[in-house]
Nanobody
C-alpha cells in the first residue's frame, strides 16, 4: 500500500507561481512511477507531468516551459513548480503513483487532490 499526501495548492494571480508537493509513504520501494494529473470542472482528468523511461520528463503541451516536475528521492516526495500560471491552469491537482506488485500486477494510487485557482 502507498499513501500520497499533497500540499501547496491555493489561490494565485495570473502570472504568479505556486509549488505543489506530494509525499509518499508506505511501500515506497515498490513505486515504479509518479505523476501529476489535474481535473478542471466539467473536464476529464489529464496527465500534466511525469518522468518516463530513460529519465525523460513528460509535460502536457500547454504547461511546457512553465511547469517543472522534480523529485526528491530521499524524502519520497515529488514537486510541481508552476510558474507564469494562467486561468486555464485552474483545476484540482492530483498526485499519482504506480506500485509494481508481484508478476505483472500494478496498483494505482491517488492523492486527495489539491485545489489550484488562478484568478486576479
Amino acid at each position: 500500500q502507498v499513501q500520497l499526501v499533497e500540499s501547496g495548492g491555493g489561490l494565485v494571480q495570473p502570472g504568479g507561481s505556486l509549488r505543489l508537493s506530494c509525499a509518499a509513504s508506505g511501500s515506497v520501494s515498490d513505486i515504479s512511477s509518479m505523476a501529476w494529473y489535474r481535473q478542471a470542472p466539467g473536464k476529464e482528468r489529464e496527465l500534466v507531468a511525469t518522468i518516463r523511461s530513460g529519465n525523460r520528463n513528460y509535460y502536457l503541451d500547454s504547461v511546457k516551459g512553465r511547469f517543472t516536475f522534480t523529485r526528491e528521492n530521499a524524502k519520497n516526495t515529488i514537486y510541481l513548480q508552476m510558474n507564469n500560471v494562467k486561468p486555464e491552469d485552474t483545476a484540482v491537482y492530483y498526485c499519482n503513483a504506480i506500485e509494481q506488485g508481484a508478476g505483472d500486477a500494478q496498483y494505482i494510487y491517488w492523492g486527495q487532490g489539491t485545489q489550484v485557482t488562478v484568478a486576479s
